[in-house]
């Protein structure tokens, strides 16, 4: 009778301990990469100044964000753009960009968003918005910007995208505006041509695979 | 040799506008490569790539032209070649 009810007794314990650790599986925060395989990801900018209308993109975007479906809140992480990757449609204006007035891309090669904490957040079945509260470097100054974020949590889609793989996927949508003056970004010269207020709409997919 | 320079002058001018509105009349700078925007099916995410292509602008209608009265102007170096009277 006793070796029975402490088989019974371990059997309890093994299923308790199961039941825990994936519940701790479940809750715990996802890893999502955002080193797109399909080359989507992108930031998009425009310039509006008096004079001249100037849009581009970069596509060279990695980073990872920690997310919990269950806890958006506790959203942190780091989206990274390569700088080498702006790009505008003309070849000499691109060329200026990249170049030591401007984005300086072979001295800051990176700019960067970490977000540190997301508020006023708005969960609609599988899609949260609210903002997101981080730091944006660019050219080594860093700016604390409070910008609005869209998430779109999407449950088991990764293989939908990747062939022959598993996990979840994670797009955030941001549109927000920053001041190349605060950036160092050849300040205070040429803004008839060139605009000091920068728009940026971010649109960007990472994937947490199992 | 005047009229060859003119000529020359009107084809630039004519090839040039030719050009930028066969390319789509673009009156923006000139570029060398064109955004491609697809949309991805899985995130709706809009991709843009870009592909090398040449679409003349104003700066190209504008060197154009300069080249045109480059040989508009070079034409009045030569004079006119005068028919002897009897």
């Given amino acids: 009778m006793i070796p029975s009810l402490n088989k019974m007794k371990t059997n309890v314990f093994s299923v308790a301990a199961l039941a825990a650790l994936t519940l701790s599986a479940v809750a715990a925060p996802q890893s999502f990469d955002f080193k797109d395989p399909k080359g989507v990801n992108n930031a998009a900018f425009k310039l509006d100044a008096p004079l001249e209308a100037i849009s581009g993109s970069a596509n060279g975007i990695t980073g990872k964000i920690l997310f919990d479906p269950e806890k958006p809140a506790d959203t942190r992480g780091k989206i990274v753009i390569a700088s080498s990757s702006i790009t505008v449609p003309n070849a000499m204006m691109n060329s200026h960009l990249h170049g030591e007035k401007w984005i300086h891309a072979a001295k800051y090669p990176e700019l960067s968003f970490e977000v540190k904490a997301l508020r006023n957040l708005k969960t609609s079945g599988d899609v949260t918005t609210g903002e997101a509260v981080g730091s944006f470097t660019c050219k080594d100054v860093s700016k604390e910007l409070i910008i609005p974020v869209k998430l779109s949590y999407l449950k088991d889609k990764l293989g939908n995208r990747v062939p022959n793989m598993k996990g979840d996927l994670l797009v955030i949508r941001s549109n927000f505006t920053i001041k190349r003056s605060e950036f160092n970004i050849n300040p205070g010269q040429a803004e008839d041509k060139v605009s000091d207020e920068i728009e940026l709409a971010l649109s960007i997919a990472g994937a947490a695979a199992r | ?86």
Avoid at chain 2, 27 to 50: F, M, Q
Avoid at chain 2, 51 to 56: I, T
């Fill in chain 2, 1 to 86: 040799m005047r009229n060859l320079f003119r000529m020359l002058s009107l084809a630039t001018l004519l090839l040039a506008a030719g050009v930028w509105v066969l390319t789509g009349a673009n009156r923006g700078w000139t570029k060398n490569s064109i955004p491609l925007k697809s949309a991805d099916p899985v995130t709706g995410i809009e991709g843009v790539v870009y592909e090398r292509k040449f679409v003349p602008g104003m700066d190209f209608l504008a060197a154009s032209g300069t080249v045109a009265a480059i040989f508009a102007g070079a034409s009045f170096l030569f004079q006119t070649r005068k028919t002897k009277s009897k």
